[in-house]
């Protein structure tokens, strides 16, 4: 990515603070598309790879980089892994289940000949007598009662259907070890050609699965950092160490909610943004957020209401996935999200607080006193300088409603820190003058005005990780 040079076409205290990505998928399947929907307020694009092949991530890869410097706005692109989604394999017409009855299960088996459900993943390695195994988004519910020569026997517990590829829960079994599968590694192994900014990894159990993969971008040289989608019954007895482990973290409802019950996930959902905040890592709260615009102009009341809590609870990121992946309407989708972020974030009437958590680093302190600083004078900006985006991050954690810029030589952390709350970056040269020289410009610009107070965060080493020690108060001129 270039300089950044293009001027905020909005006032600086008009910026949304929450964050909104958007899924490219065949709705969006075009350059012009993906430069609509950055446009229109994206701030990080996900790229599915449960769909499509390289050439097709590829090519939307190089379109949303050209898009993101055609507009002067870093983008996060976000590489999400299937992880380990087990599913029926392959079988004619429909299935009826019937409460009582007994199912077999087995890997590539031909249903026609053996009366056992075909699967993609062979469960008997893995599954015990107990165990729930639920079938087609929870629609039908089994109980493992044996496992025997490679087959799964379970008892339904309710009538439904079945069809062919439909996925599979198992909310009581370990997948210990399994978590990274081939295809996820052909698939990182691809990433780490591209200009990826964030990994999301699927189905994660504990924190050792996030390490593993650490290990395994690391062995591939990628820079990107790690989102852990949050989705399985046992991640939530691992749920700290794993906010500690990743480098950011993604409520993923739908299978969450298939795992526990569901009057559970709003729970979670608080639980895990609060853990976010205290720990800085940026939080994605996605899935069915605006789901009836896939084929409404308009969300519903309740939609909304989603989207504005999420908002109120302050988390990083809201995401649309089939909105904007295969929707009828996935630009009026991004639209409808940044008016409701912003009507929330203007007109809020509570403030949400999670418990305290004592962080002694020198980065937390000089953090809370540059927020405390420009709390006390009114500050109209926090101008932060950072090579790694560290200590926007911090900052960004504590929630300020003063506008954050970040000032980077660094395009992958301008494009990691687009998708953080609060925070408006742009790229300039290392420079000892970094913060002054962009506020000089914004108040050319007329972003900022003479009078204008702002408090700037920088080294005195520009450049270097880590160096942040000097804040100062500016008066624009």
């Known amino acids: 990515m270039k300089l950044t040079q293009d001027v905020p076409n909005v006032p600086i205290a008009e910026f949304k603070r929450t964050k909104i990505i958007a899924t490219v998928g065949p709705a969006t399947d075009s350059y012009e598309a993906i430069r609509d929907l950055i446009k229109a307020g994206a701030n990080g694009l996900r790229l599915n790879f449960s769909h499509g092949d390289h050439q097709e991530h590829g090519r939307r890869i190089a379109w949303i980089r050209k898009a993101s410097e055609e507009l002067g706005k870093p983008v996060a692109i976000i590489q999400d892994l299937q992880g380990p989604k087990i599913r029926l394999g392959d079988f004619d017409g429909v299935v009826e289940v019937e409460a009582g009855q007994h199912l077999k299960f087995a890997y590539n088996a031909n249903y026609a000949t053996t009366g056992c459900l075909p699967t993609q993943y062979d469960l008997s390695k893995k599954v015990k007598r107990g165990e729930r ?61 591209q200009d990826i900014d964030y990994v999301a990894q699927s189905f994660v159990q504990s924190s050792n699965d996030v390490r593993d993969m650490r290990r395994l971008m690391k062995n591939l040289n990628m820079n990107a950092k790690i989102i852990v989608k949050f989705e399985t019954k046992a991640a939530i007895e691992d749920m700290e160490a794993i906010v500690q482990e990743t480098d950011a973290l993604m409520v993923a409802r739908g299978d969450l909610a298939v795992e526990v019950v569901p009057e559970a996930v709003p729970i979670v959902q608080r639980q895990l943004i609060g853990l976010c905040q205290r720990h800085a890592k940026p939080v994605i709260v996605a899935t069915q957020m605006l789901f009836s615009m896939t084929h409404a102009p308009s969300p519903t009341r309740a939609e909304i209401s989603d989207v504005a809590t999420a908002v109120i609870l302050g988390t990083d990121c809201v995401m649309l996935s089939d909105e904007t992946a295969n929707g009828q309407y996935p630009l009026e989708s991004v639209a409808t999200m940044k008016r409701v972020i912003q009507y929330t974030e203007a007109h809020n009437p509570v403030s949400v607080g999670f418990p305290e958590y004592a962080d002694h680093s020198r980065q937390a302190a000089i953090s809370k006193a540059i927020l405390s600083l420009a709390d006390t004078i009114q500050a109209k900006a926090i101008v932060a300088e950072t090579k790694s985006g560290a200590t926007a991050q911090q900052i960004s954690s504590y929630r300020p409603t003063i506008p954050l810029i970040a000032v980077t030589n660094s395009a992958r952390t301008a494009q990691q820190l687009a998708i953080m709350y609060g925070i408006k970056s742009y790229v300039r040269p290392i420079d000892k003058q970094a913060a002054t020289k962009l506020t000089d410009w914004l108040r050319k610009n007329r972003v900022l005005h003479s009078g204008d107070i702002v408090v700037t965060a920088s080294g005195k080493h520009p450049g270097i990780v880590g160096t942040t020690d000097t804040i100062k108060v500016r008066v624009l001129e």
Do not use: C, H
């Not at 044996?146 to 087959?151: H, L, Q, Y």
């Open 133 to 193: 195994l639920y079938l087609f988004d929870g629609k039908v519910r089994t109980t493992v009662t044996r496992v025997a020569d490679g087959i799964v026997y379970a008892e339904a517990e309710n009538a439904g259907m079945l069809i062919k590829r439909k996925g599979i829960n198992l909310p009581d079994t370990d997948f210990a070890g399994d978590v990274i599968t081939a295809k996820d590694k052909a698939d990182l192994l691809f990433g780490s050609t």
